[in-house]
């Protein structure tokens, strides 16, 4: 068995019996090889695949263990991959380089994401002026944040320092667009979590990406 960036010969006829994909399970990433290749397993028609309920991928001859796994870079954590960038660009840029990455700007669901990741920038942060950005805006709407999914802020799953987010305008105005992006970090460690705060879209910060993981056979 080999996953499919590592056997491009594969041959689809092989596998002509049912395969199951459960929307839960990540998709298959495995494929049988044409040709022997060191490592890899050779079965014989018909070869059955299916996943069963907790994504185990099962052929009729073996169970195949398969777990999560991020690519070089990204970190894993609670079954999601995270990438924390070393250069510092704008929200917008940023949120595009996290999706030529296959990912996005990180999304905040639970308590204990927010905890890892701000224990991971007191790591990473280098000053306490050298934040990063997460996937929160109100940018189509002033005070109404949206997570990159378009999912609105659950307001009782907030990490806003206090004070924040407060739209600042610039000292005489000069930004009347306010302060629609949303960072995080603090380098000497948050106070309940708290480390959010909204800033302008165009200030250069560092960023968080978050994806899925794939699935390894390497485990
Ligand atoms: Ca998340
Ligand atoms: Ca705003
Ligand atoms: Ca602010």
Not at 60 to 70: E, Y
Not at 93 to 103: E, L, W
Not at 168 to 176: A, H, I, K, L, M
Request: proline letters at 5%.
């Amino acid at each position: 068995l080999y996953q499919v960036h590592h056997c491009m010969s594969v041959t689809l006829g092989l596998l002509s019996p049912v395969v199951v994909f459960p929307p839960l399970c990540l998709p298959l990433s495995v494929l049988f090889c044409r040709y022997p290749r060191p490592g890899a397993v050779h079965l014989q028609n018909p070869v059955h695949l299916h996943y069963d309920d907790n994504c185990n991928l099962y052929s009729n001859l073996l169970k195949v263990d398969t777990c999560p796994k991020c690519e070089e870079g990204w970190e894993l954590h609670g079954g999601k991959c995270y990438y924390f960038s070393t250069t510092k660009s704008t929200w917008n840029q940023s949120r595009d380089d996290c999706r030529s990455k296959g990912g996005d700007l990180v999304k905040i669901d639970s308590r204990e994401e927010q905890s890892f990741l701000e224990l991971r920038l007191r790591q990473k942060m280098d000053s306490d002026y050298d934040k990063f950005w997460i996937g929160l805006t109100d940018s189509k709407e002033e005070d109404k944040w949206l997570w990159v999914d378009d999912s609105p802020l659950n307001t009782s799953l907030t990490f806003w320092i206090r004070g924040e987010p407060d739209n600042w305008n610039g000292r005489n105005g000069e930004v009347p667009e306010g302060e629609d992006c949303a960072a995080m970090g603090k380098k000497s460690g948050a106070a309940d979590l708290k480390c959010w705060f909204d800033i302008f879209c165009k200030k250069n910060y560092k960023s968080i990406c978050e994806k899925s993981p794939g699935l390894s056979l390497d485990c």
